[in-house]
């Protein structure tokens, strides 16, 4: 007989984790809002969703802030806008 998957018990207070990277933020946080926007989603659940995103929507922010001023370092204090010499 095979036994069933089991997950263990959380705390519903527990947040997820934020993702790995920028680029799986921003795909969680695509696939949040599209679900959303479909307007099938029950009241709670948009709550928790809307938590989650600015969760991920402030990850992102951080992160790119964090490249911004690694580049800003590089390019010796002046931020060049890209593509341009």
């Known amino acids: 007989m095979a036994r069933a998957h089991v997950r263990p018990e959380t705390n519903p207070s527990d947040?997820?984790?934020v993702a790995p990277s920028y680029e799986a933020a921003v795909?969680?946080?695509e696939q949040l809002v599209a679900s959303?926007?479909?307007?099938?989603m029950?009241?709670?659940r948009l709550l928790e969703g809307y938590k989650r995103?600015?969760?991920?929507l402030s990850f992102c922010r951080?992160?790119?802030k964090?490249?911004?001023?690694?580049?800003?370092i590089l390019e010796d204090g002046t931020?060049?806008?890209?593509g341009r010499d």
């Open 36 to 40: 959303m926007e479909g307007g099938q």
């Open 42 to 44: 029950p009241l709670d």
């Open 79 to 82: 931020l060049k806008p890209l």
């Open 15 to 17: 947040a997820p984790p």
């Open 53 to 56: 995103g600015a969760e991920l």
């Open 27 to 29: 795909g969680e946080l």
């Open 62 to 64: 951080t992160r790119l």
């Open 66 to 72: 964090l490249v911004e001023d690694q580049v800003q």
